[in-house]
């Protein structure tokens, strides 16, 4: 199986195993916050190397990052791909991924921005692995400020206190 080229770190710790359940050449990653076993998609090649950059570079605690978080938006049920929690089990981010193939439009920022209606969290990101966008939502003000990078954990946990 070929795997697009990601903007982001290398991620050497991502577990690989042939699948007991497709054909021969399409293995299969372990996802150590689910704790299981997953089929590589595109999407879940950057999720793994998005996670592992949040917790290398950016300082997110592994134990406060959840993939694949449910939550009922307009009485019907979402997942949050990656929600990032404070101590205190806030959300303080909000992450939605696509595969690289797959451009990041406003049609994706109203997807997560839909999610955030629910979580309210302070960080919301969006990354295809190629090109990574966050941004600041203000709670009081209702307004979303584009950042230059993904900021740093303890950064956002500020935005809370």
């Not at 938006?73 to 949050?80: A, D, I, P, V």
């Amino acid at each position: 199986m070929q795997y697009t080229p990601l903007n982001l770190p290398p991620c050497p710790e991502i577990e690989l195993r042939p699948s007991p359940d497709t054909p021969p050449g399409e293995p299969q990653l372990y996802d150590p916050l689910r704790r299981k076993w997953l089929v590589i998609t595109p999407e879940e090649w950057v999720r793994q190397h998005f996670v592992n950059y949040l917790i290398k570079f950016k300082g997110y605690p592994r134990e406060l990052i959840a993939n694949e978080i449910s939550l009922k938006l307009n009485g019907t049920s979402r997942r949050c791909d990656t929600v990032v929690f404070s101590r205190t089990l806030q959300p303080l981010a909000v992450v939605e991924y696509k595969a690289p193939s797959v451009a990041i439009t406003q049609k994706v920022f109203d997807q997560i921005a839909r999610y955030n209606i629910v979580m309210q969290a302070p960080c919301l990101i969006v990354s295809n692995g190629l090109r990574h966008f966050c941004c600041r939502f203000d709670k009081a003000k209702g307004t979303y400020t584009f950042l230059r990078e993904v900021p740093d954990y303890e950064l956002i946990r500020s935005w809370c206190d």
